[in-house]
């Protein structure tokens, strides 16, 4: 990017791959793949800077906006770098390439979005301390300024226009190309971290800055974004800003600070561990005001294989939900990583595998993210087991830990099973495999193994009944299903229902998690009276008699519990 010569090819040390394989998050594992999503961003940006050449735009060539950025690289290689880096340029080259590509369509008009390279330059500029002089897009008079804030220029027509970003000597100008409204003149506009003076007057009408989440780490201080400007900081389509307010993001960083030191008890190299620090990005989601209070769960969460390191989350009440979130998401992250630089299976993408904690049939690759995911799930309650000092606080962890470890490996080996794995795909798979079975042998209370295998037959029983089509003489291989073609969604209840034994049970399920199977069998026997193919009560139904000992039978049942459901009509 700066002239230089060209980066030797990459070439990941099999040691690496196998620490990552083994689930883990080793910093020189971390930095290969950092380095290898610098070089996948620079060939995407080739081939934008290829196709923006024949696309119609008011504003100045992308040619123009690439010498920006090259001479800010100059200047300072290292905060272009990271502003390479950062998931939202990330985000917009992936929604850019598919819009020209034709598999998106959402956003502002393609000259816009295309000319963010213009914004993406002008960031650069400011970040280097160098000049430039470029049209920009602006959307509702506000220019979006990569890793820094939204520019707002009062006046500007609503919609999509031209604006002129100035920069010199850190300092922006930023006007209308179409209407005569006075130009906004911003020194040296910047990111902040949450509660900084500098933060606090988001009643300036010219300047929303990004806020950075802090981190005390004993090597330094470190910065996460918290990003609810972005208009690229989402999953695909274009995003209005959403800011939060004070309290809200007051309430991020207290919760932050405190996940990133679960999440790092003991060290931050194994499976479930991670230095909150290589967190890019968190994208808040769903709520933007402190009250009311948040749920005690994360409600949703995800990540993107264009954003690296960054992750939409919406915040849950307590650090420990949302610690075990920051190792969800970013196992997704180093997952994505890799898929970049290695075919790990040959996925047709038909949606036909059982896994653990959808309640949809999913592709090759879902089960792989899933079942890396979820490992990582599974060593993070596992480092809780092993600190708990209260007998409730390790029932829980154990019931996660159990359940987790047991669902993964299920899904590993419908892997490792399927035919479709790479070279390195089974090599891959297997590192997984080697640390859940070595987990597998690991002690848990009593109790909570006894939940957590009960969770995971209830699921697994329950998906069936709602997937698959009972056909008496179907195969039962995971890839050869029958399965239904019309299929509603139903919600995963149980698996956060058992993660606790009910003091006083009064529910077929409560009676279940308290180990009664025969109270339990009853009261699913008088739901099933009035519907004998409800699903849940049947799943339920069929467990608890599984787990009263019912011998060959019921394990059959177990195996296919959708030959107790009658054929669909027709």
Known sequence: MTGKQPDPPLRMPARLFEELAAGGSPAEALAFLARSERARRLLLLRTLLARFDTLPTP??????????VKAAAERAPGPVDRLLLAPQTGGWLGHVLRRMHGSASGGPPLWAEAGHLCALAVAAALRAGTE?????????????????????????????????ARVRGGELTLSSETTDSRPVVLRRPTAV?????????????????????????????????????????????????????????????????????????????????????????????????ALPAAPPTVRLSASSGDAYAAMVIARPAGALALAETLVHEFQHSKVAALLHLFPLLDDDREERYYAPWRGD???????LHGAYAF??????????????????????????FALRRTQSRLVVRTLLTSGRLTVQGRVFTTGLART??????????????????TAAALHRTEWRLRNVLPRPGSPTAPGTLVL??????????????????????????????????AAALSRYADVLTADPAQPHALAGWIVARANLGGGRTSRRMLARPELLQPLPSG
């Not at 090597?219 to 989402?234: I, K, N, Q």
């Not at 049939?361 to 089960?367: I, V, Y």
């Not at 209370?445 to 006894?450: D, R």
């Open 59 to 68: 504003l100045d060539t992308p040619a123009e906006a690439w010498r920006t």
């Open 132 to 164: 430039a002089d470029l049209r920009v897009p602006l959307l509702d008079g506000a220019l979006a300024l990569p890793s820094l804030g939204l520019a707002r220029l009062p006046g500007a027509p609503r919609g999509p226009s031209v604006g002129r």
């Open 193 to 289: 971290p949450v509660g900084a003076a500098s933060a606090a007057p988001d009643t300036d009408p010219h300047w929303l800055p990004l806020r950075l989440l802090t981190l005390t780490r004993p090597s330094g201080t470190a910065t996460v974004t918290l990003d609810d400007l972005d208009p690229y900081r989402d999953l695909d389509d274009p995003l209005a800003p959403a800011r939060l307010d004070a309290g809200e993001a007051t309430e991020w960083q207290r919760l932050f600070e405190e996940a990133a030191l679960i999440v790092s008890a003991g060290g931050t190299h194994g499976p479930g561990r991670l230095d909150a620090a290589e967190i890019r990005a968190v994208v808040p989601w769903g709520r933007t005001t």
């Open 361 to 367: 049939p999913r592709h090759l690759t879902g089960l």
């Open 375 to 400: 490992t990582g799930v599974a060593g993070f309650w596992r480092d809780r087991l092993a600190e708990a000092r209260r007998p409730e606080a390790a029932d829980l962890a154990g019931y996660h």
């Open 436 to 453: 859940l079975d070595g987990w597998l042998r690991e002690p848990v209370p009593a109790t909570a193994l006894a939940r957590a295998r």
């Open 484 to 517: 239904r073609t019309e299929r509603t969604s139903w919600p995963d209840d149980r698996t956060y229902a058992f993660a606790a034994p009910p003091a006083v049970p009064r529910t077929a399920d409560e009676h279940l998690a308290a180990g009664d199977p």
